[in-house]
């Protein structure tokens, strides 16, 4: 079983939708999880990082851990077709970033 | 925020012969440089960890002495892939903490390196 798991996609949204990004993972002593973004040929940038569980926001992007089920999502309202990337979760643990598979969004005009 | 640059952005090079990709921190020093590779719709796989000064620390299955990695000073960081091959080919990321330690393990990226071994 891979550290993280996230569902490849693509994910094909019409602009203004609500989009739900999902990973798993398998090591309940992990603490520190981020989401990245990552636009076609370009390195990944830091969306956003949480720690504990809950929801943390920020603008449109709302990240939440769920640790009881080891699950962790990232949900982006309002859609635009600039947030067309692949976004990637991550978890951290002894200086290493641990990455999942990174799941496809196209959203469309 | 810190940036880490990274060259070339693409490369082309035939079978046989050595390329070499630099990291350079910007602003910053970097005394830990992150290797990844990435292949076409896949993750980021970490391949090796530089430290200034001293040796790198390569991950399970990684031939160091195909990819060579130098880290002699705090701003750069190269790797040199050497005899490459047409399977090398793939994306090549560096990656250095953020300096801004108001973000707690946070990661600045290159912009990535295409190789393609013809």
């Known amino acids: 079983q891979k550290e993280v798991e996230q569902d490849p996609g693509p994910l094909s949204v019409p602009e203004g939708a609500i989009v739900s990004l999902n990973c798993t993972y398998s090591n309940s002593a992990f603490q520190y999880f981020m989401w990245y973004r990552q636009y076609s040929r370009k390195g990944p940038e830091l969306l956003m990082y949480t720690y504990s569980s809950g929801n943390k926001e920020d603008g449109r992007f709302t990240a939440q851990v769920d640790k009881s089920s080891k699950y962790i999502s990232l949900f982006i309202r309002d859609s635009q077709p600039s947030d067309s990337a692949t976004y990637l979760c991550a978890r951290h643990n002894t200086d290493k970033l641990i990455f999942g598979t990174g799941t496809r969004l196209q959203v469309f005009p | 925020g810190a940036v880490v640059s990274q060259h070339p952005s693409w490369v082309i090079c035939k079978s046989g012969t050595s390329v070499k990709i630099e990291c350079r921190s910007l602003d910053f020093q970097a005394t830990t440089m992150f290797w990844y590779r990435q292949f076409p719709k896949q993750s980021l796989m970490l391949m090796a960890t530089?430290?200034?000064?001293?040796?790198?620390?390569?991950e399970q299955g990684v031939e160091k002495d195909k990819f060579l990695i130098n880290h002699a000073s705090l701003t750069l960081s190269t790797l040199t892939v050497t005899s490459a091959h047409p399977e090398d080919s793939s994306f090549y990321i560096c990656s250095a903490p953020d300096p801004d330690r108001r973000i707690r393990y946070g990661y600045t990226f290159g912009s990535g390196t295409r190789l393609t071994v013809v």
């Open positions: 530089s430290n200034e000064g001293s040796k790198a620390t390569y």
